[in-house]
């Protein structure tokens, strides 16, 4: 062996080593956003309709029909909810951590798989910076740190997405055998998750990706008949299950799947341009990078690249038309169109800050400039905004401002000494900063801590042995942290019932000013803001019939 060929392979054990040291970081920045703080903040009504659901499954015993505070729940399929009930069999418990475990596990395994094939599509680097993207991004730290099963479906879209490109463009029989089981049963778990969503926010990019690029032949070769197989097998069981329990009485899945696409049901009255804003924020702090990644995949300066560019592009932007043509819209039903706009912008600022093959020098420095200069109006705005209207965020933001002032000091240093890299690892790293310490300061200050707090000492008042009923109308949040169902009395009359037999009473808002006018409820305990109605924090009192003193003959 010759001077010069062990001399490359010391070079080649030596890069070896460094991507494994830069995987190894991003997926660890991964975790941390995705995880940091994720006990800390009390959890909203939909968290809770997860972890009671589940919580409710363990103690029936029965996993096919899902029921929420004592009622059947079938708005959502039940993946979400056997996540966390299998996940509590190892923590011992249903909490705030065990509820959006499943929600870390597969935002973490989403930024895995950006890395593993983005990295066999493109470069190693425009692998991490794409992953990187996606996880800083204001959708991914939000969501992997909610209960909601949004995550879970994301992950499973996204690898939808993944393998089917990478399948239609293998050469490789195997490897295409291979990526397209996962396809299929990532299609299936995807239905589980949060069906019928699915369907359309997967069918519908990937029909537009055949019919423009005219690939129609290679369709059998992606397993149209086993892949079917394997789908209904995943997805058929669960349904089949609830029709059976319920005698056929579908009733209310045509309202949530098919009347809320055509606005029939719980629309929301929002205008079709509901989503723009959305586009931007989810994407946060990457904002500046959001036009360009929408225009250049038409750009031939791309050249291999653009063709990849172009079923991102085509993922975001169906799933986008998709989703504005549906008449009920929500801001969530967004996210799993994220990751391929996280991509494109991956590729476009791996090209400023070191190819600069589709961009010039000063077109590229130009942009970066901008988004920078965001970064510090956006940190001083902050501010001066939080010291007016909400002055107990003021230390996080002046913190926040203060790293964020320090983050482009030091990228505009490291970009000055031609130092792109370490440019890369000062924005990634800050950004993952900013997240810990928003989150560490602003959970404690969590409305939903005020519900938790109730709840909590209500489940320390009421006797086990007793029951606990809400006048009007009680929170899933309520009922996550009493620990028990909290049955819903609408009727006064039976109120006077259950309140005379010994049954404790709560109520909020407008109910517990009635009942307080009504004079005949004795009130053992109240909190100032017990319940957020409205988006307002409301007093909360805990109603019992007094025990009749045992008269002492002696």
């Known amino acids: 062996m010759t001077m010069s060929d062990m001399n490359n392979r010391v070079d080649k054990s030596a890069s070896r080593r460094n991507r494994i040291l830069i995987l190894v970081c991003a997926l660890l920045l991964a975790a941390m956003t995705a995880s940091w703080g994720i006990s800390v903040g009390g959890m909203e009504n939909h968290e809770c309709y997860v972890s009671i659901t589940a919580r409710e499954m363990l103690q029936s015993g029965d996993w096919i029909m899902p029921t929420c505070n004592g009622e059947p729940r079938l708005q959502k399929t039940p993946l979400s909810y056997w996540l966390v009930a299998v996940l509590s069999q190892v923590t011992g418990r249903i909490d ?5 475990l499943p929600s870390v596990i597969f935002a973490v395994l989403s930024v895995a798989a950006i890395l593993y094939f983005v990295n066999r599509w493109l470069t190693f680097r425009i692998a991490i910076m794409s992953s990187l993207v996606w996880a800083t991004s204001y959708s991914y730290i939000y ?3 909610n209960a909601r099963p949004e995550m879970v479906l ?4 996204t690898l939808c997405f993944l393998t089917f490109y990478s399948a239609i463009n293998e050469k490789n029989r195997k490897k295409q055998i291979v990526y397209m089981l996962i396809f299929w049963v990532s299609f299936g778990m995807a239905m589980l998750a949060k ?12 029909f537009f990706y055949v019919a423009i690029f005219r690939r129609w032949k290679q369709i059998p070769k992606l397993l149209p008949v086993i892949g079917s197989v394997i789908f209904l097998a995943i997805v058929l069981p669960w349904p089949v299950g609830i029709a059976q329990k319920v005698n056929w009485d579908l009733v209310i899945w045509k309202q949530h799947f098919f009347d809320r696409f055509f606005g029939k049901f719980d629309s929301g009255n929002y205008p079709f341009y509901f989503y723009v804003p959305y586009i931007f924020s989810f994407i946060a702090p990457w904002v500046a990078f959001v036009p360009a990644a929408l225009v250049s995949p038409f750009y031939k300066i791309w050249e291999q690249k653009r063709r990849t560019m172009l079923f ?9 038309a998709f989703l504005i043509i549906s008449g009920g819209k929500r801001k969530h039903y967004l996210l799993p169109a ?9 590729i476009i600022l791996e090209d400023m800050v070191f190819e600069r093959r589709a961009f010039t020098r000063k077109f590229a420095g130009n942009v970066l400039l901008y988004h920078m200069v965001f970064l510090t109006i956006l940190a001083v705005s902050g501010m001066i905004y939080t010291a007016v209207a909400r002055p107990e965020f003021m230390v996080i933001v002046l913190i926040s401002g203060l790293i964020g002032l320090a983050m482009v000091g030091g990228i505009t240093l490291s970009f000055a000494k031609k130092k792109p890299a370490l440019a890369c690892g000062i924005t990634f790293a800050g950004y993952c900063l900013l997240t810990i310490i928003y989150i560490s300061f602003s ?10 707090k109730f709840a909590l000492e209500i489940s320390e008042k009421v006797p086990m042995t007793d029951n606990l009923v809400a006048y009007g109308y009680v929170s899933p949040r309520v009922v996550h942290y009493f ?14 019932q259950h309140y005379g037999q010994g049954d404790w009473v709560i109520a909020t808002a407008g109910e517990l000013q009635e009942l307080e006018q009504d004079g005949r409820f004795e009130e053992v305990y109240q909190n100032e803001k017990a319940e957020v109605r409205k988006r307002e924090n409301t007093r909360g009192v805990l109603f019992h019939k007094p025990t009749p003193a045992v008269k002492d003959d002696t």
Do not use: C, Q
């Not at 705030?96 to 959006?100: D, H, K, L, M, N």
């Not at 994301?154 to 879209?157: E, G, Q």
């Not at 994220?338 to 991956?346: N, Q, T």
């Open 96 to 100: 705030e951590f065990t509820s959006r």
């Open 143 to 145: 969501y992997a740190h």
């Open 154 to 157: 994301t992950f499973f879209i």
């Open 195 to 206: 069906g019928p969503m699915p369907l359309p926010l997967i069918l519908i990019p990937l």
């Open 312 to 320: 991102l592009w085509l993922w975001f932007v169906a799933d986008l």
């Open 338 to 346: 994220m990751p391929g706009v996280a991509i494109l912008i991956g």
């Open 443 to 452: 959970s404690p200050l969590n409305n939903n801590n005020y519900t938790r």
């Open 483 to 496: 620990g028990r169902p909290i049955p819903v009395i609408e009727k006064k009359s039976l109120l006077y």
